[in-house]
T-cell receptor
Framework: KAGVTQTPRYLIKTRGQQVTLSCSPI?????VSWYQQTPGQGLQFLFE???????NKGNFPGRFSGRQFSNSRSEMNVSTLELGDSALYLC?????????????FGPGTRLLVL | QKEVEQNSGPLSVPEGAIASLNCTYS??????FFWYRQYSGKSPELIMF????GDKEDGRFTAQLNKASQYVSLLIRDSQPSDSATYLC??????????FGSGTRLSIRP
């Protein structure tokens, strides 16, 4: 079974631009979560989508948004990029039991904001 | 106070010894506890999870949970160079959100 895939793997943007990241979950998984990882703040939960609905949300500003499509693929959008948005963005999909021990991370998208 | 605290390390342990990684958390309503391993440049992978007080063993790994002390630990027996990585402790809060510690860097020296 293929794992979680994320595109693109690397991205360079400038302040003020917006960016869209994509995630394809493991086949059959309907839950997709997004995380931000930085050296200073560590790994932080952004939001979770399940069956096209946002089920949970972390403490990030409204510039961070996401959506999920009917095939469970998910996108995350960051508008008006700031230097501090430079980070590794990880997507994770979870089995339909909802248990976190069934959550698998993708390889991540490394975003650099200049 | 951070919600999930870990010593950032690096923790240096000789090959073959026991590595002990510790984590404390602040939310008494936390129910689920996880340990992830993250190699440099890679994404986290789950290595242990524990829900109940006490010890849980899986191969060379043992997770220990003490809810009264709000403390969870990971022991790695017979440490190998391949165990060198950053270990992330994660806790689900009473609001059903997962919160990660900042991680402990473990280095196994031959």
């Amino acid at each position: 079974k293929a794992g979680v895939t994320q595109t693109p793997r690397y991205l360079i943007k400038t302040r003020g631009q917006q960016v869209t990241l994509s995630c394809s979950p493991i086949s059959g998984h309907r839950s997709v979560s997004w995380y931000q990882q930085t050296p200073g703040q560590g790994l932080q939960f952004l939001f979770e989508y399940f069956s096209e609905t946002q089920r949970n949300k972390g403490n990030f500003p409204g510039r961070f948004s996401g959506r999920q499509f009917s095939n469970s693929r998910s996108e995350m959008n960051v508008s008006t990029l700031e230097l501090g948005d430079s980070a590794l963005y990880l997507c994770a999909s979870r089995g339909n039991s909802g248990r976190l021990e069934t959550q698998y991370f993708g390889p991540g998208t490394r975003l650099l904001v200049l | 106070q951070k919600e999930v605290e870990q010593n950032s390390g690096p923790l240096s342990v000789p090959e073959g010894a026991i590595a002990s990684l510790n984590c404390t958390y602040s939310d008494r309503g936390s129910q689920s506890f996880f340990w992830y391993r993250q190699y440099s440049g890679k994404s986290p992978e789950l290595i242990m999870f524990i829900y109940s007080n006490g010890d849980k063993e899986d191969g060379r790994f043992t997770a220990q949970l003490n809810k009264a002390s709000q403390y969870v630990s990971l022991l790695i027996r017979d440490s190998q160079p391949s165990d060198s990585a950053t270990y992330l402790c994660a806790v689900t809060s009473s609001a059903s959100k997962i919160i990660f510690g900042s991680g402990t860097r473990l280095s196994i020296r031959p």
